[in-house]
């Protein structure tokens, strides 16, 4: 149940972040150029393929891995404890949510650039950040 409801709560909050720089339609920030953060609208698009094949394998395969996970969740030992399947939960949360952005907008939307590393999104945060706390508080 926390897999699902911290998941739910991570695509909430990653899909409003993103509806409120794309409807500021943010470009670079015009506030200083030696700012660590900046807000930076980017759309980052997928390989040309038809859409409807492409969205029918995407939908295939993350319902694949999502089940597995639940069902390794559920019932294997492994992550037990409310820290990894709060974890996981943001994981999959972070990834329901960029393969939102792929069907509604054809494209992940990314703003937060930090100058030294490629832009990303909240959702991408909570995937690596998710995996990390899952992985060291797996029994």
């Given at each position: 149940?926390?897999?699902?409801?911290?998941?739910?709560?991570?695509?909430?909050?990653?899909?409003?972040?993103?509806?409120?720089?794309?409807?500021?339609?943010?470009?670079?920030?015009?506030?200083?150029?030696?700012?660590?953060?900046?807000?930076?609208?980017?759309?980052?698009?997928?390989?040309?393929?038809?859409?409807?094949?492409?969205?029918?394998?995407?939908?295939?395969?993350?319902?694949?891995?999502?089940?597995?996970?639940?069902?390794?969740?559920q019932f294997g030992l492994a992550y037990q404890t409310p820290y990894a399947?709060?974890?996981?939960?943001?994981?999959?949360?972070?990834?329901?949510?960029?393969?939102?952005?792929?069907?509604?907008?054809?494209?992940?939307?990314?703003?937060?650039?930090?100058?030294?590393?490629?832009?990303?999104?909240?959702?991408?945060?909570a995937i690596c950040v998710g995996a990390f706390v899952a992985l060291l508080?797996?029994?």
């Amino acid at each position: 149940m926390l897999v699902l409801a911290f998941g739910t709560l991570i695509i909430f909050v990653d899909q409003l972040s993103k509806w409120v720089v794309t409807a500021s339609r943010a470009g670079p920030n015009p506030l200083s150029r030696r700012a660590v953060l900046q807000i930076r609208l980017v759309s980052k698009l997928g390989k040309k393929q038809s859409p409807v094949s492409h969205s029918i394998v995407l939908l295939l395969l993350f319902a694949i891995i999502t089940l597995s996970l639940v069902m390794l969740i559920q019932f294997g030992l492994a992550y037990q404890t409310p820290y990894a399947q709060i974890a996981l939960g943001g994981a999959l949360g972070g990834a329901a949510s960029n393969l939102l952005d792929r069907f509604r907008r054809g494209a992940v939307v990314d703003f937060i650039d930090l100058g030294f590393w490629p832009v990303f999104n909240l959702a991408d945060v909570a995937i690596c950040v998710g995996a990390f706390v899952a992985l060291l508080n797996s029994r």
